[in-house]
């Protein structure tokens, strides 16, 4: 009867740190993939277009060795085709944002204006603080169930444009994202509940309560004689 309970906070410390990991190497994945294959393409692409010109530059100067290398770089780079880069590279980034505002919420480094709630009693900010951590909470929610059902609806043979993946697939960041967006508020709102503590992460000088002890006088300058 007293293993019961501490087996499951075992084993939800365990599925929560599991959880956590798998959400920063998907972003860490998918931010470093995204960045390498944006900028493979742009080398690929303005080194077509600047090898073409120079080998047209190079035959009206008649430097043959310089239009040889020039034509020979430009045919290489041409023969391989990477028009689908930009949008997977899109793609990618916009599952990184939706696992990534989940992971803000987890750690607190979104935007929020806590000037109000500060000036409150700790008796009164408990309830302001939990409203808004269910407000969240609701809001992802009913986002995440929208686009669940904006995915089971989607035409099956509707793909994107130049990968030609179905289109579900790539729309699935939404509810997944979403949802576990508003499975970290509800998480953050429990852990306040036990602990008092909000997840916060400070963005420039912080804040300093001032002390009730008054600075010393300073004594005024004497006057010369």
């Not at 239009?67 to 793609?91: C, D, G, I, M, P």
């Not at 997944?176 to 967006?181: D, E, R, V």
Request: net charge positive; hydrophobic share 50%.
């Amino acid at each position: 009867m007293c293993r019961s309970p501490r087996i499951w906070r075992v084993g939800t410390l365990v599925l929560d740190r599991i959880l956590n990991r798998l959400e920063e190497w998907i972003i860490v994945a998918l931010i470093g993939a995204a960045t390498i294959l944006t900028f493979v393409a742009v080398v690929h692409r303005y080194g077509a277009s600047n090898s073409a010109g120079l080998a047209r530059w190079a035959a009206l100067h008649n430097l043959l060795w310089l239009k040889a290398a020039a034509s020979f770089v430009y045919l290489k780079l041409a023969a391989v085709n990477l028009s689908w880069a930009q949008e997977l590279a899109t793609y990618m980034f916009v599952w990184m944002a939706k696992f990534g505002a989940a992971l803000g919420v987890r750690t607190g480094i979104h935007v929020g204006v806590d000037v109000f709630v500060k000036k409150l009693t700790p008796a009164t900010r408990t309830p302001v603080i939990v409203f808004a951590l269910l407000c969240g909470a609701l809001f992802t929610g009913v986002i995440g169930t929208l686009g669940a059902v904006y995915v089971y609806e989607l035409d099956p043979d509707q793909v994107s444009p130049e990968l030609e993946w179905p289109s579900w697939m790539i729309y699935l960041c939404i509810p997944l994202g979403t949802y576990l967006m508003c499975f970290r508020f509800l998480q953050v709102m429990w852990r306040y509940l036990r602990t008092g503590h909000v997840p916060h992460t400070g963005h420039g000088v912080e804040y300093e309560e001032p002390h009730d002890q008054t600075p010393p006088a300073v004594p005024a300058p004497e006057t010369a004689r």
